[in-house]
């Protein structure tokens, strides 16, 4: 008999942090800019009018009940508590895991314990910008003798069955000590998760021959995590032990996020009432859902989704680490110039040749010599032999 444990993730949330500066905004004008700790970008807003199109899918909460507060993202009912955002990720809080727990003779039965932990069995990112990430999440299995995850995704296509080896032996080992699942591999298994998922469900299984015994862990686990942030500790096979250790440590997942669009950025463009990308940046195609991201010409940084969000970058204001190779840089609109000093040619730069003295002949008669002129200004006017 093969025991099933449902595994249906509903994810509302997602990944990493834009480089702050006082001369970026990175708000609406009038609006919130932070939430506690986290920064918020637009077009995600704080409060009414302030996120693109004033359209709830990009709404943040801010609920001021917790000190610092906290940022959450609203998907399909679900709060998803914000951990960091960026102009292309957004990190949330893990709530997702699934725990089939059976009695010792194999039937499957509830735990209140899990009921109760305000933990979701599920993620469902339909009607939302965000997207699980395939490069940086991993579904992980926890229990020995697992065989496999079977995975059923809806993503940009209709749904499919996609099959995900996660296999874990119960070898017994003298020893056991947190660590990944990649190095433990006797406990709990891993695998990845397909491109474009929005929302999926899935059952992790035994073999049939699992036997089951009263020295058994009447508790198989399964987890959505960031890839490297969750370590398998010998304590997460007891219910117990699990739950606290959701409770002590944040386990992030991270979520795509883009623009949604079912058009090309060729075909986007030509609407300027929905074409989100504003002066000085371009629109770049989502590679792990339906729509596309805007980003700001080179030469220009800030959030491209505002009027005027695009800034130029001063190249040369740092004097020591400018592009230019004798430091002598003008700032121009979107690039920068280099020029050499006296006494020197070239393009000035530090990825080019650079600057280099030059050369002159004075005539002596009807004898040519060579003459360097020195940067520090003086010249050299007789090498006469």
Known sequence: MIFYTLLTLSISSFSFSLAESSDIVQAKSGCQQKCGNVTIPYPFGIGNGCSMYDNT???IICDSSFNPPK???????????????????????????????????????????YENSGLYPYINLRNTPFT???????????????????????GKDERQEVMRECKSSCEIKETKIKTSCISNGYICCE?????????????????????????????????????GQYSFNPQDLTMEGFLTTYKNIVIPVVLDWAIESNSTCEEVQLNNKT?????????????????YRC??????????????????????????????????????????????PEGKSGDGRKDGPGCISIVYKETVGKAEFPVLKVALGMNIHSLIM
Not at 85 to 102: G, L, P
Request: charged content about 20%; glycine content about 8%; some cysteine.
């Open 57 to 59: 899918r990009y709404n």
């Open 71 to 113: 940022p959450f993202i609203v998907a399909n009912g679900d709060k998803l508590e914000v951990l960091s955002m960026s102009d292309t990720e957004v990190r949330i809080k893990n709530s997702f895991t699934i725990v089939y727990c059976y009695d010792h003779s194999g039937k499957s039965m509830a735990n209140d314990d």
């Open 132 to 154: 699980v990430s395939f490069t940086k999440n991993n579904l992980f299995g926890i229990e020995c003798d697992l065989a496999g995850v079977a995975l059923w995704t809806d």
């Open 191 to 227: 695998t990845d998760i397909p491109k474009g998922t929005k929302r999926f469900s899935g059952e992790v299984y035994m073999p049939e021959d699992k036997n089951v015994t009263k020295t058994s862990n009447l508790c198989n686990f399964a987890l959505l995590a960031e890839l």
């Open 275 to 291: 074409y989100a990308c504003q002066a000085n940046s371009y629109c770049s195609e989502s590679t792990n859902s339906q729509g």
């Open 295 to 340: 980003i700001c010409n080179k030469g220009y940084q800030g959030t491209p989704y505002l009027e005027s969000g695009c800034i130029d970058v001063n190249e040369c204001e740092d004097k020591n680490n400018n592009p230019c190779s004798e430091g002598i840089c003008t700032n121009t609109i979107g690039s920068y110039n280099c020029s050499c």
